[in-house]
């Protein structure tokens, strides 16, 4: 005689085994990734203070470490350099240990939680080369020809406005100064490679170099010098 054997089943959803509760759990995670991205393409919402240590963990730091990202924007010694987006300071930080007392670090952000944080964490290290902005990015708080380098890194698709902020960020360069845009999945607001060199070269930007691969890049575009520029009108 056989007797049926009655499987427990899981949470009470009808999983009846571990294969399809691991299947429930990714198609969870799927759609809240699907719902988490349709909200952050129509609602510009900041990312939260509370989600600002996200970033500073050993994973991210392996695919996009503040070293790895000062290297590939090309910051170095006594330059002066725009950190927009700058959060609690996980680049801009580095940047001022990298630029060292002759250069300049300004920090802009939108939350006033992450530059307390930020502010906080310079006095710890000691450093006196970083200034803070309190702003949102495009609305003329920053100097014109001013930096050597400007980094927009996981920030771009934050941005209500992202043509005025690079537009504003293209007159803080000086010529030949260099933007370094970095984006990664599975970051809700992450732009396209083709987005970004659309959003970029529409303000009058030069694609210059790309590193990484589409989950994680960077993009480096320079703002040509005002001979180029005419160069280019007059032929
Ligand atoms: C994902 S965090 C990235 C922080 C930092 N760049 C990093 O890589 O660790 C995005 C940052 O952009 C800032 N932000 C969002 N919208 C902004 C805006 N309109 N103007 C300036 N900053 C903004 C947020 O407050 C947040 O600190």
Request: net charge positive.
């Amino acid at each position: 005689m056989e007797f049926a054997i009655d499987r427990p089943k899981l949470g009470g959803f009808g999983v009846e085994s571990p294969i399809r509760l691991v299947g429930l759990i990714f198609g969870i995670l799927v759609a809240a990734g699907i719902c988490l991205r349709l909200v952050a393409r129509y609602a510009h919402i900041p990312c939260p203070f509370w989600l600002s240590g996200v970033l500073q963990n050993p994973l991210a730091e392996r695919r996009i470490g503040s070293g790895m990202l000062l290297r590939r924007a090309g910051v170095g010694r006594g330059m002066k350099v725009l950190d927009v987006g700058c959060g609690t300071g996980r680049i801009a930080l580095p940047a001022g240990e990298c630029v060292g007392a002759g250069g300049e670090v300004v920090a802009l952000d939108i939350q006033s939680g992450m530059l307390r944080k930020l502010r906080a964490r310079i006095e710890q290290h000691g450093l006196i080369n970083i200034r803070t902005v309190h702003a949102a990015a495009g609305s003329g708080n920053v100097e014109r020809d001013y930096f050597d380098r400007a980094l927009l890194v996981g920030v771009l698709g934050e941005l209500p406005s992202p043509t005025e902020a690079l537009r504003e960020i293209y007159d803080a360069l000086v010529p030949g100064g260099l933007l370094s845009v970095t984006e990664m999945l599975p970051d809700p607001h992450y732009q396209s490679r083709g987005r970004v060199r659309r959003l970029a070269e529409g303000v009058g930007f030069r694609f210059r170099e790309s590193f990484g691969n589409a989950f994680v890049f960077t993009l480096n575009f320079e703002k040509p010098s005002p001979s180029e520029i005419y160069g280019r009108i007059s032929s």
